[in-house]
């Protein structure tokens, strides 16, 4: 069974500059996580879609990232303008989970390091 | 959401048994308990989830009291490979929404 994949692995840019993340679930799951992970601290949740709804973004800075869900399967995150704090991994993850039943079985994909000069 | 808190580090040695406990006071009736398990440059990866009492996998077992205000990971037999930071999580599977939420976790240093 294929994993969640997420690209590019890698990207450099300066700050001011956009960026945008891509990432496709494993088939059949019904929800997907866009998670911020900084050096040394744990991931953190920048938003949740359930099908192409979304569950929560209550910690997503809305003012420079967006994140959209596309018939329900792929997504991708965008920011712009990047700042330098917005150097991290950003992790992708997706789960069969559906309202009213969870696993809390969570899949992630190998995350996309941004490194903002 | 019930907060959770877990030692920054710890350190120990192949073959040993290491255990990993979570504190999370305010846990609610409804809320499980799930661990997961993030290698260097890798995404974090689910290993065991449990509600009370004794869980058991191939990888780990989990041990929660009565009370369920805490929990504790047991890895028996650690390897260099166990070298990894682990995460608890507490959340309430059974509602309507389930928020998977990160701390800061454990991480475990494996020495030869």
């Known amino acids: 069974e294929a994993g969640v994949a997420q690209s590019p692995r890698y990207k450099i840019i300066e700050k001011r500059q956009s960026v945008a993340f891509w990432c496709n679930p494993i088939?059949?799951?019904?929800?997907l996580y866009w998670y911020q992970q900084i050096l040394g601290q744990g991931p953190k949740l920048l938003i949740q879609f359930q099908n192409n709804g979304v569950v929560d973004d209550s910690q997503l800075p809305k003012d420079r990232f967006s994140a959209e869900r596309l018939k329900g399967v792929d997504s991708t995150l965008k920011i712009q303008p990047a700042k330098l704090e917005d150097s991290a991994v950003y992790l992708c993850a997706s789960s069969l989970d559906e309202e009213g039943w969870w696993t809390g079985e969570l899949f992630f994909g190998e995350g996309s390091r941004l490194t903002v000069l | 959401l019930a907060k959770t808190t877990q030692p920054i580090s710890m350190d120990s040695y192949e073959g040993q048994e290491v255990n990993i406990t979570c504190s999370h006071n305010?846990?609610?009736?409804?809320?499980?308990i799930t661990w997961y398990q993030q290698f260097p440059s890798q995404g974090p990866r689910f290993i065991i989830q449990g509600y009370k009492t004794k869980v058991t996998n191939e990888v780990a077992s989990l041990f929660i009291p009565a009370d369920r205000k805490s929990s504790t990971l047991s890895l028996p037999r650690v390897s260099l490979s166990d070298t990894a930071v682990y995460y608890c999580?507490?959340?309430?599977?059974?509602?309507?929404?389930?928020?998977?939420?990160f701390g800061r976790g454990t991480s475990l240093i494996v020495h030869p």
């Open positions: 088939s059949g799951h019904a929800t």
């Open positions: 305010n846990i609610a009736t409804n809320d499980y």
């Open positions: 999580l507490v959340g309430d599977t059974t509602g309507g929404s389930y928020i998977p939420t």
